[in-house]
Structures are given as structure tokens and as C-alpha cells.
């Protein structure tokens, strides 16, 4: 079932300035067979449901593994049956 | 890993009331071993990160299944590597 | 307009635990006239749209002043037209 | 206190495609001094706190005046105390 998705990675006590961690977060989507697109507020994910959710726990089991201790992620879902969801479809 | 995570589901083209659509998303979280707290804006989850994951695939696949068009969720997720994550620990 | 809302105020930088800020906010939100209930993965809000907004302006700015040096905040707000929405009302 | 934000409407009972009150809300924010950046899953947002806060009460108000029976609305905030928040210094 494909998806669409928007990540949002928080790091806790690693300081004001986490965009060592999150440029960290899209390195490791990049892995994935998945569409990705940063913004301002996240990262934006088109692929298979099952591997964006594979991608989310790689992210959170990497990121400790590297050190952060606290991480909290936000994670938009959208699936649909009616038709194939894809970022360029959202757009405005 | 432990998580904590919070789920809100919203289905679009249901109609104004979603009650039957969050109540089955309840049950089909109470299948998986997971502690669930369900509130007012969602359900928060206890549980390893991997079970919580594929408790929210199992949701979206089943809702769509079951005639769902369009589904949207939310999903916090928290996982921290200096003690055990709980839902009890979490409140204030 | 009265909405139902949801709110989740994370410090960056503040240190791993963050148990004391978040004190403050459900102690700030307290003094609007808000019914407000917390629960693990953040604080319910039922209230005047108007006055929850102004609720959440004012914990950013008072947290800033008393030394947060950066906040993110997530609200969820749902407002409807068909009834008077309440935190009861949307409890399973 | 200038910020970040990113948000996201979701109408309920409008049926599957939710375009057009997308469309509508771009607009409304559009009319607020406020700059945005339409993007896959919401739009980004940079101003005064007070005037984003201000954008979010009329984007409910209208849409409710226009016919629309349910929403909610899924608002990211972010303030520091270090720096102005930008969505340009918030990129990648």
C-alpha cells in the first residue's frame, strides 16, 4: 500500500541547534527506496507504507545508537484505496 | 526499544462523525501487546517501537479493507536511551 | 466559536528532562478560563477559540521570558459547526 | 515574537477531496502579512506569532461562515529567544 507521509524529528537535550541531527534524519531516508522532499517544517516521504514505517524505526534505532538520548518524532500518514496517493498530487 | 507514542486517525470522506471508524482503530491497537490510553484528541500507546509501528499498519490496512477511502494519522512517537519509556512515567 | 484542542510544548536545549517546563505550561493554561485535562503525551483543551490561541501566545512568551530559549509547540484544534464540541464529547 | 509554523486543515464531512478548502485556506492566510510556502503536506509559515495565531482563527471562522461543518487543524509552532526563526534559516 503506498503512502504519503511528512517526518519531523526532535532531538531532546542535544542542544538549541539539532540540524546536525536532522540533516542525520534525511541521510538515512535517503537509504530507503523512498521519495523524499525537505521543507522548512520536515521531510516530506512518498513510498510503500511498510518502508516508511521500516525508515522511522531505522532513523530512531540509528540516531540513539549514534548517541541522542531522547528523540521524538512526528509522523503524518495518508493512504488511500481510491486512487495512488503521491506528493506531486498534494500540491497545490 | 520502548516507545510511547500517541495515534489520532482521521478518515476523510466518512462523514462528520468518525466515532465507529476511532472506535474500531481501538480495537484493532487492543490486538497488538500494547498498552493503550485512549483521550479526547487520540490513544496513547506503550510498547516496542517495532509493535507500534506495525500496529499502525495493521490499522490503515484494515480500515481500508473494510471500506475506509481515505485515511490521515498522527503519530507521536518518543524513545529515549537513559531509562525505559512508560505512559505512567510521562504524566504529570 | 468553542473548539476542542490539543497542545504539546517541547523546550530545545532545555536538557533531556523536561518535566518543569511542562509544568508551566499546564500552570499557565490554567490561569485562561480553559478547561484543560493532561495526559501523557500532552494537555486537552476545550474553551473559546479565541482564548485557547491567546492561551498558547502567552505560554510561548512566558516561557521565553523566564529563559526557554527554544519552543515547539504542537496544537491540534477541531471546531464544528453541527454542535457545541466538547473534550466529553469526544471521549470513546 | 516573530515564528515559524506549519499548518494543516483538514475538513470533515466534505468528502473525499479536500482541495478546494485547501485552496481556500492558502488564500485566507495570503491575505494576513505573513509569508508562506505551500508545500505537500501543509503550508509553512513565517510572521509574528500574534498574527499567525490571528490567520488561524479567521482560516476557521470563514470556512465555517462558507459552509464547512467540521475541522481540524494541525499547527506547528516554533520561537526562540536566540535568534529571529525563519523558514530560510530552517532549510536544509
Redesign the interface.
Known sequence: ?Q????L?V?P?????S??RE??RV?ALLGRHPLLI??????T?IEGE??EI??A??TV??TL?AEG???????????????KVPT??G???
Open positions: 500500500m503512502a504519503t507521509a511528512e519531523q526532535i531532546l537535550g542535544a542542544g538549541v539539532v540540524r536532522i540533516e534525511v522532499e525537505t521543507h522548512a517544517s520536515g516530506n507504507l511498510h514505517l521500516d522511522v524505526e530512531h534505532a540513539h541522542a538520548v531522547r528523540l521524538v518524532s512526528y509522523l503524518k500518514l495518508e493512504t488511500r484505496s481510491d506528493l506531486a498534494k500540491r497545490l
